[in-house]
């Protein structure tokens, strides 16, 4: 057996009830914080209008597949590049922190698509999502992602393509053989570039969105009997090989069936790049001991990792002078100011990224790159903020950030950050209905009345 083909057969295999609920409960979970994304992007990210009008333009319109907030049709794939072009537009999804993977947004939206196709309930279309995590984790774990990152490549684009093909794939009922074949597919579709950050471009967005409809495309074309590359994963020319230059090819199956890398997944409390995370809540503790006011603060250090100075701290020109929101959402000096300025960062945050008042903290923000901070990667995508104010220096340390999976959100804070997103969209009785379906997701008997209305689904 190749490692193409255990993981295959481990996808293919997984049953919910051989789950420990803790599993369960925590996919549940996870699929709640993706489905508030999407209903929030469906009315408010600015990429959405032009996406619909492509989908349109391209035919994709033209089925019984559902998005979230949408009362339109569309075809299946339709349906599943939206849903996780949607899920990922307001960067406020899932997060692992060593495979630097985002896995909601491109698994969640196929499994649900490949769902409403096959009629299936809602315990098939769960254990599917954890397959689905499951594969783009492991690959990404064994890249490892900071030298696949190295080399421009965005994994949750990359891998997310893969989990999406397992989700779809234990949705239809793939046996492994088939399974094999739909991974072998979806590496000729396994695509994503770091390039998004020249200028603020929605591709960031788009690539995860298209892996959620590659990995759909690859399950249904496997499922029809197309067959896909072999050894897709460990071959000469398969993903590993190909991605990164020094892969550990072990590392997908280590420990497989008995550590879930799904559990390992942390929740944002903030729409942003989860590099700054740890310093807007080293911000907002800082700000709230100390009574901190904007006009007194005299300089900010933002202590990060070499990773996270890709994203949040350099060149630090841009990062200091964000134009759009993707540009916010990756620059740690807008994240801190905004939260030393106001005590909060959350989405209708971005409306003040031209505020005369922020634009100024956010010159005196500088990132760099933190020995005991580096120390900590790539267990902890950790931070440490010192600020200058009154003629003194505070300093604020971070090593887990909150939403973490040692620092989980609780349930009460995951549906305050639903309500938060849906409710503005939906209503407050829409969107409380539509959550309590998602509670019960593994006790429908369909899956497909949940994206329809909650009416319906409740």
């Avoid at 769960?126 to 190295?150: C, Q, S, T």
């Avoid at 994994?155 to 999406?164: M, Q, R």
């Avoid at 907002?284 to 001991?289: C, F, G, Q, S």
């Avoid at 841009?318 to 759009?324: E, G, L, T």
Wanted: hydrophobic share 45%; charged share 20%; glycine share 12%.
């Amino acid at each position: 057996m190749t490692i193409t083909q255990d993981l295959s057969a481990f996808a293919a295999g997984l049953r919910l009830e051989a789950l420990p609920p803790e599993v369960v409960a925590r996919t549940r979970a996870l699929v709640l914080d993706l489905v508030g994304n999407i209903v929030r992007a469906r009315r408010d990210a600015e990429s959405t209008p032009a996406l619909l009008a492509a989908v349109k333009a391209l035919g994709l319109d033209h089925g019984s597949s559902r998005v979230f907030a949408d009362n339109a049709t569309y075809s299946p794939a339709g349906a599943a590049l939206i849903n996780a072009t949607l899920g990922h537009s307001l960067d406020f999804d899932d997060t692992h922190a060593v495979a630097v993977v985002h896995p909601g947004a491109p698994v969640i939206p196929a499994a649900l698509a490949a769902g409403e196709m096959a009629g299936a309930s809602g315990a098939e279309v769960l254990a599917a999502i954890v397959a689905g995590y499951e594969v783009a984790l492991r690959l990404a774990l064994a890249l490892p992602a900071g030298a696949h990152y190295d080399r421009g490549y965005h994994p949750s684009a990359t891998c997310g393509a893969f989990g999406a093909a397992a989700a779809a794939g234990r949705v239809f009922g793939l046996d492994a053989g088939r399974m094999a074949s739909a991974l072998g597919i979806a590496l000729s579709q396994c695509a994503g570039s770091l390039q998004f950050l020249a200028n603020g471009a929605w591709t960031k967005r788009f690539q995860v969105g298209w892996a959620g409809m590659a990995g759909l495309t690859a399950a249904t074309l496997a499922r029809e009997g197309f067959k896909g590359a072999a050894d897709a994963i460990e071959g000469k020319h398969g993903f590993l090989r190909a991605y990164a230059p020094d892969p550990q090819p072990d590392r997908v199956l280590q420990d497989i069936g008995s550590v879930w890398e799904l559990m390992n997944t942390g929740v944002k409390p903030y729409p942003s790049c989860r590099w700054g995370h740890a310093g807007i809540d080293a911000a907002l503790a800082l700000r709230a001991e100390h009574g901190l006011k904007a006009e007194e603060i005299e300089g900010v250090t933002l202590g990060i990792s070499r990773a996270g100075m890709l994203l949040v701290g350099e060149p630090a020109g841009r990062k200091a002078n964000p134009q759009n929101i993707v540009d916010g959402q990756f620059s740690g000096p807008f994240v801190i100011a905004a939260a030393l300025s106001t005590g909060q960062m959350g989405w209708d945050s971005y409306a003040m990224l031209q505020d005369p008042g922020i634009k100024g903290l956010m010159q005196r923000v500088r990132c760099e790159n933190d020995p005991e901070i580096e120390a900590e990667f790539p267990a902890n995508m950790s931070g440490k903020l010192t600020v200058r104010a009154r003629g003194e220096t505070f300093v604020q340390k971070v090593i887990v950030p909150k939403g973490e999976p040692e620092n989980f959100l609780t349930e009460h804070e995951l549906r305050s950050k639903f309500s938060g997103l849906a409710d503005a969209v939906l209503g407050a009785d829409a969107a409380g209905q539509l959550a309590d379906a998602i509670g019960r997701l593994d006790r429908l008997n369909d899956v497909s009345p949940l994206l329809r209305s909650p009416q319906e689904a409740a």
